[in-house]
């Protein structure tokens, strides 16, 4: 018999998030992301969407017995070097999962999701003071975009220059660290990194293209992914908004609506 020893491991790396039915964003994106990445992607189903590149028709939250049955037979067995959240839906999800980012040692990558680009809400509007108490306080790294920032602090940026007073908003809430996304204002995307104390500015050619669902669960799956593999969380970001660039730049059409960014670059 010839036996050869089995390969290693890669990192591992775990998405508790929303599925995407039509492959875009959500879970899906978060495990094309992590193949990419060479890490080993793992999934807690949180909820599932009915979505298309229109927007989304319908979503359906899981029991939090089933994320938290989901969370054991992954965390007892497998383990787990960097994790990363999404689309949570609801109050008592985002305690659970709070919980577990909380008894975790793996760095956590909160994509504190909201509102999708069609406007469709994915967070009940009673779970975002879950997600301020006790969420955020249990993240290594937070990644709101700035409809997010409002929502969490109710601080409203309308130049670059705000960013730093959204991310000290942020950061009063209990992240390690905050990566606030200005993508949505005007000119270059720059993104401001902040950790209470050193400040790391972003900045990407912008992309003339429409087709860029998502983009945000794709960027903390990148940087869980780059922390996995032994990154800092500046270098982590760093190469995330590479990946993500990329990924913007080789979305295509699909349907008749706003297609995925891509992995396949
Ligand atoms: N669907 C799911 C399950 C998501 O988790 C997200 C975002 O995090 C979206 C949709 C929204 O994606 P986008 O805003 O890029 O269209």
């Given at each position: 018999q010839n036996a050869s020893a089995p390969r290693q491991a890669p990192p591992l790396v775990l998405t508790i998030a929303g599925s995407d039915s039509g492959g875009g964003a959500g879970i899906q994106a978060d495990l094309k992301t992590m193949l990419a990445l060479g890490v080993h992607g793992m999934s807690v189903v949180a909820a599932v969407t009915a979505q298309n590149s229109l927007g989304v028709q319908g979503y359906w939250e899981l029991p939090a017995e089933a994320v938290r049955a989901q969370l054991d037979s992954v965390l007892s067995d497998i383990g787990v070097h960097a994790i990363k959240t999404g689309?949570?839906?609801?109050?008592?999800?985002?305690?659970?999962?709070?919980?577990?980012?909380?008894?975790?040692?793996?760095?956590?990558?909160?994509?504190?999701?909201?509102?999708?680009?069609?406007?469709?809400?994915?967070?009940?509007?009673?779970?975002?003071?879950?997600?301020?108490s006790a969420l955020l306080p249990a993240a290594t790294v937070v990644?709101?975009?700035?409809?997010?920032?409002?929502?969490?602090?109710?601080?409203?940026?309308?130049?670059?220059?705000?960013?730093?007073?959204?991310?000290?908003?942020?950061?009063?809430l209990g992240p390690r660290w905050v990566l606030v996304k200005g993508g949505h204002l005007p000119g270059e995307p720059a993104d401001l990194l902040f950790d209470g104390e050193h400040?790391?500015?972003?900045?990407?050619?912008?992309?003339?293209?429409?087709?860029?669902?998502?983009?945000?669960?794709?960027?903390?799956?990148?940087?869980?992914?780059?922390?996995?593999?032994?990154?800092?969380?500046?270098?982590?970001?760093?190469?995330?908004?590479?990946?993500?660039?990329?990924?913007?730049?080789?979305?295509?059409?699909?349907?008749?609506?706003?297609?995925?960014?891509?992995?396949?670059?």
């Open positions: 689309m949570l839906a609801s109050t008592v999800l985002v305690e659970t999962v709070a919980e577990a980012l909380a008894a975790s040692d793996a760095p956590s990558v909160v994509d504190p999701v909201g509102v999708s680009k069609h406007g469709d809400s994915l967070l009940a509007p009673d779970a975002v003071d879950a997600v301020r990644t709101p975009n700035l409809y997010e920032v409002e929502q969490l602090t109710g601080v409203k940026v309308v130049d670059e220059a705000g960013l730093r007073e959204a991310a000290e908003a942020v950061k009063a400040e790391y500015r972003f900045t990407a050619p912008r992309h003339d293209n429409r087709h860029t669902h998502g983009t945000g669960c794709t960027l903390a799956s990148a940087i869980a992914s780059h922390l996995a593999l032994g990154d800092d969380v500046p270098a982590a970001v760093g190469k995330a908004k590479e990946y993500v660039t990329g990924a913007i730049a080789a979305g295509f059409a699909l349907g008749a609506g706003i297609g995925p960014v891509d992995h396949g670059w």
